[in-house]
């Protein structure tokens, strides 16, 4: 069983190090909670990971890139020559926690200042509120009051810091390509465009080359299963099938063998 989840995950251990916003999965041992259940190997991908390795799945061709998902958080993960970057520590592309100055929100982090505090669904949310007298709206509304006036300038404005930090990313990694993916995606096609547009503008290569930054769906289900036959099946073992569930912040693949 592979079991994705967010935070800072050591993937080898099994063990979350620390989750900003799932800290409840830092004290329990999710392997072995799991095995109580059902006597089978589980693995802990880190959940970005998973959802670059999944997009790497659907889009072979797609070998160096940088992903940023956004959500609840704001996470990243990094593809070099068609594989995961490791770094030494278990932990990198951590886009979402760059200091944002002038920016007073608390992270979960236990920051101040974080960028995901702004451009989570929940940090979205909250400035639409502060910028409209309080008003408190849902994503689906938020997502048609976008479609029907634009994009306000609070929200350009945080974009522009979201596109800074990533074109910075690209700039240090070497890399000409930004996936994004998650809830900017559910909002009008003209929110990813304008984060794109910074993003070429912010970066060195764009200046005499060509940088892409595109949306794409979200497959943290495919991610896990390459995770899986990668490192639970013997290689040339196929599995007949595979079963998925997701929740809201972590999902979860089995693979079946007769
Ligand atoms: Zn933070």
Redesign the pocket.
Known sequence: MLISVPGIVDEPEGKVLFS?NLHWTERVNLPELVKEVWSVPVLLVQEIRALALGHLAAEPEAEDFLLADFGQGVGGAIVQRGKLYDSTLPLNAEL??TKVIGNTRV???G?VG?I?TLVSRKGLLQSYSSANGGDVITWSAFARYLGEHGIPSWFEKSLDTAAAIIAGALNVLGLKKAVITGSLTELPPSVVEYLAKGVKEGTMWGRFGEVHCQSAPRRRAMGLVGVGVDRLLIPDVQPDRFAFAETNGWSAAVAFRK
């Open positions: 900003p979402g926690h992270c979960g982090c920051a974080c995901e």
